[in-house]
């Protein structure tokens, strides 16, 4: 019962972070897109609630933000829910299947994958459902890889150490328990 009251809180905190995050990076030009500031409580949530929770947050946060500051706009909406419920479900599903022993490699496993199959669904939204054939290929790479390079390297080195801080403060529990758990835990 604990561990779900702290889920439904934590999760609730993540949303919150998903309005709030974007609006301190959007007074800057076009720093939503580089930065990436909403996926970071997304990525987050996911690793550390579970896949419910994650979804919840994916869908739930750009929708509320969307609709208390604009941001995403409407026609951005869709496919970013798209893509960030799918980081929400995929950090969460492969955090619990990859057990390399060392925490650090679950956690980049965990987030490269999710980071690249949430990129392909908001791509295959965009370019098939929304756009129907008007988003290309190359605009899928330019938006969602090479103009979001900065937000990826901000989430890759972030995320980690903050789960693993968490960890040490007992603020969420260890993944490996023992007397190797100190190594592989960070």
């Not at 496993?109 to 999710?114: D, E, F, N, Q």
Request: proline share 6%; glycine share 10%.
């Amino acid at each position: 019962m604990k561990n779900n009251i702290r889920n439904y809180v934590f999760c609730a905190l993540c949303i919150a972070l998903c309005v709030v995050l974007p609006m301190a990076f959007h007074a800057i030009p076009n720093a939503g897109q580089v930065i990436l500031p909403m996926h970071i409580p997304v990525l987050i949530c996911g690793l550390i609630c579970g896949w419910h929770f994650g979804l919840l947050c994916g869908l739930a946060g750009p929708l509320l933000s969307s609709l208390l500051t604009g941001m995403p706009p409407v026609a951005l909406l869709p496919s970013m829910m798209v893509e960030l419920a799918v980081y929400g479900v995929i950090t969460a599903l492969m955090m619990k299947l990859v057990n390399t022993k060392r925490l650090y490699a679950d956690l980049y496993i965990s987030l490269v994958t999710a980071m690249i199959i949430g990129r392909i669904a908001a791509g295959i939204v965009k370019g098939f459902i929304l756009s129907r054939g008007g988003f290309t290929f190359e605009m899928w790479l330019t938006t969602h890889f090479v103009t979001a390079l900065p937000g990826i390297a901000i989430q890759l080195a972030l995320i980690p150490s903050l789960f693993v801080a968490l960890q040490r403060a007992g603020i969420i529990p260890r993944k490996y328990e023992g007397k190797k758990a100190e190594e592989a835990n960070g």
